[in-house]
Structures are given as C-alpha cells and as structure tokens.
C-alpha cells in the first residue's frame, strides 16, 4: 500500500462547477497535511495547510479526518485558472526530510 | 527577490556521462533538499543537505552524488551508474531540517539520448 494515494484523475469539470479531491494516507502517526498546486512541468507551490479543524482560504477549503486517515480539498466556483495537478503531502513531524508526496490529482475546467 | 534558482532548464545527457545540475538560493536556508519526479508519481527524495559541508542520502540516492561547499549552493551530479535518469528533477530548501515549509526551484528536465 502507498504512503500517500490520490487518485490521478483527471478530473475535467465545467467552469463554475465544485469539485473534491480526496487523499488517504496509511501512517496514523503523521503530524502534518499540505495540499500542493503543481502545473504542467513547474515546480509546486503551498496552496494550504491541512488542519484538524478544517480550513478555508476563498475557494478552497481543506478538511482531515484522522480517524479514517484521509485529507479532502474542495474546490468552489472553479476557474480555469485552477487547472493544475493537486498534490498531497503528508509528514510524520515537523521536518521537511520526512515530506511524503502523493502522486497528484489533475484537475482540467472546461470552458 | 530571494529564491531558488535551477539550471538548466533542459539538460540532455549521453550514455556513460556525468551531468551536473544547478541550484542556488539566495534565502539564507540552511536545509537544502532535491527530489526527483516522474510521470504519475510522487517527489522522491534523493539527497538533503541540513547544513553547509553536510549531506544525508535520501530515499533514491544511488546513481547521484552532491556537494554543499557553500550555503546557497547545492548541486546534483546524475552520474552513469544512475540507469533511469530521465525525469524531472527539483531543488527545494527550508529555513532549516525542522521547517515542513519548502521552497522550490522551477526544476531542470532531464532527458538521455
């Protein structure tokens, strides 16, 4: 079993449209949950953290659910400018060194 | 602006040679790290640098050596032993080995002809 499992999509959704991602993870020790945007051969950039209380920035809301080990990432009113592929990041501490990424989601919004 | 930057942004590299890929930061990080990425699969670690004159292998270490001479500089050198080169790789740093906020570098692709 996989660390960190995504379902690689894709995902094509119209413009306008609420979508969700869902990650699990197989280590109930991790500590800390990162969603991640990557597009098309550039590097990943910090969309959010994950907290156990759930968390909202605009558009997106992140949420965790350790008792079935899972990271969910929703996506309000999508644009088009949130096509991109979605990783999951997940750490057992406090440490970059133990960073274990998910192969990612791709999200394509249609016109 | 303070960042990372690699190079170069497309490398090719023949059978049986040694290709050294850059990345320099000018963020005052002290961790330094680089993972490699392939088609439909997670970032993999293959080496870390916690601080200057100081390097731990990671996860996918054989076939890659590195080096970290200097604070803002932390090289990746894909020698002939690493069979499967080709992928995408990136350099990220944190402010140190204890900060889970990483900053990347806008990645070097790596190609064998």
């Known amino acids: 079993r996989k660390e960190v499992e995504q379902d690689p999509g894709p995902f094509n959704v119209p413009e306008g449209a609420t979508v969700a991602f869902n990650c699990t993870y197989s280590?109930?020790?991790?500590?800390?949950f990162f969603w991640y945007r990557q597009d098309c051969r550039k590097e990943p950039k910090l969309l959010m953290s994950?907290?156990?209380s759930g968390n909202e920035d605009g558009r997106f809301t992140a949420q965790l659910n350790r008792a079935s080990q899972y990271i969910s990432l929703l996506i309000r009113d999508s644009k088009l400018s949130d096509s991109a592929t979605y990783l999951c990041?997940?750490?057992?501490?406090?440490?970059?060194?133990?960073?274990?990424f998910g192969s990612g989601t791709q999200l394509t919004v249609l016109p | 602006d303070g960042g990372i930057t690699q190079s170069p942004k497309y490398l090719f590299r023949k059978e049986g040679q040694n290709v050294t890929l850059s990345c320099e930061q000018n963020l005052n990080h002290d961790a330094m790290y680089w993972y490699r990425q392939d088609p439909g699969q997670g970032l993999r670690l293959i080496y870390y640098s916690q601080i200057v004159n100081d390097f731990q292998k990671g996860d996918i270490a054989e076939g890659y050596s590195v080096s970290r001479e200097k604070k803002e500089s932390f090289p990746l050198t894909v020698t002939s032993a690493q069979k499967n080169p080709t992928a995408f790789y990136l350099c990220?740093?944190?402010?140190?080995?204890?900060?889970?906020?990483?900053?990347f570098g806008s990645g070097t692709q790596l190609s064998v002809l």
């Open positions: 994950v907290y156990s």
């Open positions: 990041v997940v750490t057992l501490s406090g440490s970059a060194r133990q960073l274990t």
């Open positions: 280590n109930s020790a991790s500590q800390s």
């Open positions: 990220a740093s944190s402010i140190s080995i204890a900060n889970e906020k990483l900053f």
